[in-house]
């Protein structure tokens, strides 16, 4: 014998909870009244500016001056990148015409005493140019 089932039936449409529609998101921000912000900010400005005025004349300088230590650390890099191939250069001529030891060092003297008087002259002139 086989038991009865019941057929299995859809519920009704009436019988379901109807879907609202989503809610309006609320604002974050609140709307402010605009002529108590501006009547606000005439009150604080006079007493403010000062403060901003001395806190903007210590900032500038920094900045002239980070700038500046940039640009010297900028020439000593090139420096360097330039001591390289100007010492392969005197170091290849020397060994085809036959100077010596002795010739090579003079000529990378002459060459690293150059860059160096290059670099104090630059930053001299870059941190001493106010006073």
């Not at 010492?87 to 060459?111: D, H, M």
């Amino acid at each position: 014998m086989l038991s009865q089932q019941t057929p299995y039936t859809t519920p009704p449409v009436e019988s379901m909870p109807a879907m609202q529609p989503p809610a309006a998101p609320h604002q974050a921000v609140p709307t402010y009244d605009m002529q108590y912000i501006e009547a606000l900010a005439q009150r604080l400005m006079p007493r403010l500016m000062p403060e901003i005025l001395y806190q903007l004349r210590n900032v500038e300088p920094a900045r002239e001056r980070n700038r500046a230590f940039g640009m010297s650390l900028a020439l000593a890099i090139v420096s360097i990148a330039l001591l390289i191939p100007l010492t392969a250069i005197i170091l290849g001529t020397v060994s085809t015409l036959g100077g010596g030891i002795t010739a090579a060092l003079i000529g990378i003297s002459v060459i690293g005493l150059v860059m160096i008087l290059i670099n104090v002259l630059f930053n001299y002139m870059l941190f001493h140019e106010r006073s």
